[in-house]
């Protein structure tokens, strides 16, 4: 983790990086985040924020990580520690990848595979240790609750644990899974499933 202020700044354990060194340190894939031009920093209505744009430059540093696979969403967890990841490249296969905010390592990865799967949201609990991720496999519901070191808590069979039918099917075009998980204050989990009814 980097602090400090303007161009300079302080590595944990000591030893000043500046903004010439950043790079070459760190990394070639690691750069300051710089608006690229006054353009970028000009707000309808708001001329006079124009003047303040330069505040703005090098507040964040990015990094640029090749994942092998097109990201369907992300978040950062609420100890700032790790990036959490669903991603595909078909819709057979998605996987949940976790990454080491300092190192930019991969920390784990969990792989899913299925007939036709959608998934879309990431969960985390209070203190952003454990993730839960709804996701359903061609009408089938489930749940994943996995923690930041990759060790999977529970792969909840959601449509046997509710004796639901395979019949609320995807729908084409969207990541959308017909499940969602949200985390309560005391660590529990509530989940929520649209399953479509046959009238008679």
Same mark, same amino acid.
């Given at each position: 983790m980097l602090s400090g202020e303007q161009n300079d700044f302080q590595? %944990?354990?000591?030893?000043?990086i500046n903004a010439s060194n950043l790079a070459s340190l760190a990394g070639s894939n690691l750069l300051k985040s710089r608006v690229e031009d006054d353009a970028s920093t000009h707000i309808e209505g708001f001329k006079e924020f124009e003047k303040y744009g330069e505040l703005f430059q090098d507040? =964040? &540093?990015?990094? @640029?990580?090749?994942?092998?696979?097109?990201?369907?969403?992300?978040?950062? &967890? @609420?100890?700032?520690?790790?990036?959490?990841?669903?991603?595909?490249? +078909?819709? %057979?296969? /998605?996987?949940? +990848?976790?990454?080491?905010l300092n190192t930019q390592d991969e920390v784990f990865c969990?792989? /899913?595979?299925? %007939?036709?799967?959608?998934?879309n949201v990431i969960e985390q609990t209070d203190d952003g240790t454990i993730f839960g991720v709804a996701y359903q496999n061609n009408g089938h519901f489930s749940v994943l609750f996995i923690d930041n070191k990759g060790t999977i808590i529970d792969d909840l069979d959601v449509s046997k644990l509710l004796q639901l039918d395979d019949e609320?099917?995807?729908?084409?075009? !969207? !990541? %959308?899974?017909?499940? =969602?998980?949200? !985390?309560?204050?005391?660590? +529990?989990?509530?989940?929520?499933? @649209?399953?479509?009814?046959?009238?008679?």
């Open positions: 590595a %944990e354990g000591g030893g000043a507040l =964040t &540093t990015r990094s @640029y990580i090749p994942t092998g696979k097109d990201i369907i969403s992300i978040i950062i &967890t @609420y100890d700032s520690k790790h990036a959490v990841a669903i991603m595909s490249n +078909k819709p %057979e296969a /998605f996987a949940v +990848k976790g990454y080491d969990k792989e /899913f595979e299925g %007939e036709y799967l959608k998934m609320s099917k995807p729908i084409s075009g !969207f !990541f %959308e899974p017909l499940i =969602t998980v949200s !985390f309560l204050p005391n660590d +529990k989990a509530i989940i929520a499933v @649209y399953h479509r009814i046959q009238k008679k």
